[in-house]
């Protein structure tokens, strides 16, 4: 895999604010990163931009740590994983240009799911199927955040930071053998990745003043608008 020095330059600067989104409110790094990286070089997605993420939720889980719910971590954590073997095989199975539309329709349907349109009362099956999608999307474009974020929505910003955090440093023990053997993660994306991990530990930094805003409500909005108009501009690259 070859990535020219300019789009490596984008890359990171994708990175590091979809980071520093995700540092402060718990998820949003791929839902933003993974779209606009796409339309750059599909070579970044999936494996290095969760290599760069990994990093990063490994950092936040690590910030709040005393906040963490366990039992929502092991419940959704025992359905991530016929999620990864799903989204795997998906994986291994597309073209880069289908890529890219299972890119756009899974960030599509996440901010469906992430405005808070359908109220799922919080309870083990919720929060199981909250991490068999998670493990799908994860794996096959990038992008888990929002299923268990919705499983979340009523908690208390401290705690979806750190139990998502959690839930996805365990499902990176899944995820990253997945894309490997779906032929996704060579040492050629590894390098990428590690290439990126600044970048995403400069947004984690950058988070930390921002989360008693985040906590507020006032960046979500901005997180999902974004989102579409990434998922649309990536639909216009299909097309065109």
Do not use: D, H, N
């Given at each position: 895999m070859n990535v020219d020095a300019s789009s490596l330059v984008f890359a990171l600067l994708i990175v590091t604010c979809s980071s520093t989104i995700q540092g402060s409110v718990g998820f949003g790094a791929n839902l933003l990163a993974a779209p606009l990286l796409a339309l750059i070089d599909t070579a970044f997605v999936p494996g290095p931009i969760f290599i760069a993420s990994t990093s990063l939720i490994i950092a936040t889980a690590l910030r709040e740590r005393d906040h963490v719910d366990w039992k929502f971590v092991g419940w959704a954590g025992l359905g991530r994983f016929p999620g990864v073997v799903a989204g795997a095989l998906v994986l291994g199975a597309v073209s880069e240009s289908s890529l890219r539309l299972l890119v756009a329709l899974t960030i599509i349907v996440a901010v469906i799911l992430s405005s808070g349109v359908l109220k799922i009362p919080e309870s083990r099956p919720a929060f199981v199927v909250a991490g068999a999608m998670s493990g799908f999307g994860g794996t096959s474009a990038s992008i888990g955040g929002p299923p268990v974020a919705l499983a979340l929505q009523h908690r208390s910003g401290p705690q979806v930071r750190s139990s998502m955090s959690a839930f996805f440093v365990i499902g990176a023990t899944m995820?990253?053998?997945?894309?490997?053997?779906?032929?996704?993660?060579?040492?050629?994306?590894?390098?990428?990745?590690?290439?990126?991990?600044?970048?995403?530990?400069?947004?984690?930094?950058?988070?930390?003043?921002l989360r008693k805003y985040v906590d507020a409500g006032r960046v979500r909005p901005l997180v999902l608008g974004l989102s579409v108009l990434s998922a649309a501009a990536l639909l216009v690259k299909i097309v065109v």
């Open positions: 995820t990253l053998p997945a894309i490997a053997l779906a032929g996704r993660l060579g040492w050629a994306e590894i390098i990428t990745g590690l290439a990126m991990v600044p970048a995403s530990q400069l947004g984690f930094v950058i988070s930390g003043p």
